[in-house]
């Protein structure tokens, strides 16, 4: 530790700090521009100016200033008042009087900076310059004159989204940010653009000029479309969620938020169920409450048991799923599965099916082998969790890859094929790769959905547990067995044990011809509903009129997440909570509240009449409920390798299209149009 003198006050800071960070530690407050916590330090802004006693230079940039030992640092001293209202003298000789019609109005660092530290006046009267507006896709919106050159948004996009499309170019003050193709920015992160720039030049294109920031009611949440549980903030006006903001959260996102999580909002809007459908001589006719359900109950009354099925859908709440399987159970089947794609997976201990070195641990690993999955476009943020490692060290970090390689990870990998059978490879020592996993003191693997949905998974899964016990990836300190979910609801689902068991039906049984009289679908708008029997009764519970809607033969109008309260448990297994921001449209309700109704209706009696009794049975009924956060005992046990062969078929992605792969997304307009621009670039590409 190092001992310093900020203002009179002393305080101790580790090593290799720098004076920005040691300040800050003694509550002194220190503008910045170029500066972010999470980018490399550029110090090309000047705002963070200090004041250094006894230096030969004793104003310094205070981010790229290391701290020495009983040094006195001195922050609001007349010369340092002085070089601030320069530097923003400077920033605004070219900066437009945008103010009043500046989507960064009300929460620009440079407004509250040059309030705050700023000259009343200005003594320059030549003109402004003028800078061309940069096209960076469907979702970022530039107004390069604003630009201030403080290369935030390049920092970005070369370190940690990956993709180095935006540069500086000319000098002095013909200095432009640009991209450097004239084509949209090709990054699953690019959004994160926006919150990094200091002022208005990036601003978020699909919802330009509709509110100002102080007009926007905030409430936590979590996103759900994907499994990493990304931490937001939901803001809405009136009725409408308006913007969704990342939430910092170092265990989970740090401060990053993925394009499809941030820029699906419009979705949620679009081809919304806001009352009751029933079907009646072959076509959906609006209902009400009463009669739906009433309905829903003759038809399960009159439904044998065994023949009534239950699937839950990948934006699912735990609370939702619990009460379902509670009402399903009472009514005497075990049909239920919220597995829509089929997955396999060892649910006799939660680390088999769980990220078990938690998101931090990606920052501990010495190595990584990935096996069936496609982080980029399964877990972007996760991704960019990665490609910091990929940086961190002073050499690289192995990183090997089996599967369907779609494009650049945006760190380097070791493509080994998308054969499965190479894992038998590793397995025997057969492989140069061999030598780095053995080495390695911490190893990490991950497995993907792309492994696990095939017909010999439980092969494949064998086979990677048995590889991370011989190469040392579980141990008493450390366990570097990861399954990557790419669905929000579905560790929720397992840990709840939404899943059949003995001989009761899955997906795939349920779906096939005369197996089931009736389907109760939550949500569930990913499984191809074509070779089910014409005369098994659909019930759908959801928010959206996709592709299960269609085919329902009642239509119960749920909430999305942003309409309700609900617990999510994401990949490694961590469970968090989000809150209501608005009220569900027209008539829907609460997807736990509708199974409540009906099970009122049919006089079966569930434990909990609100969501707090619902929580408190659901935590009494499986105890890894009654906290919130990560489980830190997660254990995977010794499982035999499997003598049987893993199939020579290859791996394959199990995204077609990742601006579109949920209900909310697919009735984005936003994202629709970022789905012809990626296919855009990759025709481009592919002509190239």
């Known amino acids: 530790m190092v001992k310093v003198i900020v203002d009179g006050i002393p305080v101790d800071v580790p090593n290799g700090s720098s004076v920005l960070q040691a300040c800050e530690k003694a509550g002194k407050e220190i503008p910045r521009f170029c500066y972010h916590e999470k980018l490399s330090v550029a110090g090309n802004c000047r705002m ?38 320069s530097t923003i003298e400077l920033l605004l000789i070219n900066h437009p009087l945008d103010c009043p019609i500046c989507d960064q ?19 320059f009267r030549d003109k402004k310059r003028a800078v061309t507006d940069k096209y960076l896709g469907p979702l970022v919106r530039t107004v390069m004159t604003r630009c201030i050159q403080c290369t935030r948004c390049v920092r970005f996009m070369n370190e940690i ?154 934006l699912c709440d735990v609370e939702s799923m619990f009460a379902l399987k509670n009402l399903i159970n009472k009514l005497g089947s075990d049909n239920l599965d919220c597995r829509q794609d089929s997955a396999y997976y060892d649910t006799s201990y939660r680390g088999h099916y769980v990220f078990n070195s938690t998101l931090n641990g990606i920052d501990e690993a010495d190595a990584l082998l990935i096996i069936g999955s496609f982080p980029r476009q399964e877990s972007p943020v996760l991704n960019a969790r990665i490609r910091k490692r990929w940086l961190s060290l002073t050499e690289q970090f192995p990183i090997a890859f ?29 492989l140069l790769f061999n030598e780095t996993l053995n080495n390695a003191k911490k190893p990490m693997i991950i497995l993907g959905h792309g492994a696990l949905i095939r017909n010999d998974a439980k092969i494949i899964f064998e086979k990677t547990l048995a590889l991370a016990q011989k190469i040392g990836a579980i141990s008493d300190d450390w366990n570097g067995f990861n399954i990557l979910h790419h669905a929000a609801s579905r560790v929720g689902g397992l840990d709840i044990e939404f899943y059949p068991k003995n001989k009761s039906l899955d997906t795939i ?72 921001a608005v009220f569900p449209p027209g008539d829907a309700k609460e997807d736990w509240q509708i199974i409540s109704l009906i099970a009122q209706s049919m006089n079966i009696e569930l434990p909990y009449t609100n969501i707090y009794e619902l929580r408190g049975c659901l935590a009494k009924t499986y105890p890894v409920f009654k906290s919130m956060g990560v489980d830190k005992n997660k254990m995977c046990s010794s499982i035999k390798n499997s003598e049987k062969n893993i199939k020579k078929q290859p791996l394959r992605s199990i995204i077609s299209d990742y601006f579109l792969t949920n209900s909310i997304s697919r009735a984005s307009l936003t994202m629709q149009e970022c789905s012809k621009a990626r296919h855009a670039n990759l025709t481009t590409k592919a002509a190239e």
């Open 402 to 430: 089996i599967g369907e390689f779609l494009d650049n990870l945006t760190y380097k990998v070791d493509n080994l094929g998308d054969d499965p059978t190479l894992i038998h490879d590793l397995l025997q020592n057969k």
């Open 509 to 580: 049984s349920m779906l096939e011809k005369g197996n089931i009289d009736l389907l109760w679908l939550l949500d569930a708008d990913e499984i191809d509903l074509t070779q089910l029997s014409a005369d098994c009764f659909v019930i759908y519970q959801g928010h959206h009129g996709d592709r299960s809607a269609e085919r329902a033969d009642i239509i119960l109008p749920g909430a999305t997440y942003t309409e309700k309260s609900g617990t999510y448990v994401n990949t490694e297994g961590r469970i968090q909570r989000s809150f209501r």
């Open 161 to 314: 989204a990956g993709t180095a499309e935006l540069g500086g170019i000319y000098r002095g003050t013909n200095l432009e940010i640009t991209p450097y193709l004239e084509q949209a920015i090709y990054s699953e992160l690019s959004g994160n653009l926006i919150d990094v720039c200091p002022v208005g030049a990036l601003t978020a294109k699909p919802t330009a000029f509709r509110f100002r920031s102080w007009e926007l009611k905030n409430t936590d949440s979590i996103d759900v479309v994907d499994a990493l549980g990304t931490n937001i903030t939901l803001q809405v006006r009136g009725s409408e969620v308006l913007r969704i903001l990342p939430r910092r959260n170092d265990d989970v996102n740090e401060f990053w938020l993925s394009d499809k999580g941030r820029f699906s909002l419009d979705g949620l809007k679009r081809r919304r169920l806001d009352r009751p459908w029933i079907r009646q001589n072959g076509k959906l006719v609006e209902s009400n409450w009463d009669d739906a359900l009433q309905f829903v109950v003759d038809k399960l009354k009159s439904s044998k048991k065994e023949r009534i099925g239950a699937i839950a859908g990948n």
């Open 105 to 123: 109005g009300g929460e620009c660092d440079l407004q509250d900076q040059t309030l705050g530290y700023g000259r009343d006046c200005s003594r």
């Open 48 to 85: 963070c100016m200090v004041e250094v006693v006894g230096s030969r230079k004793p104003l310094v940039s205070s981010c790229t200033q290391p701290v020495m030992n009983g040094i006195e640092i001195r922050t609001d001293s007349e010369m340092v008042r002085a070089a601030r209202r």
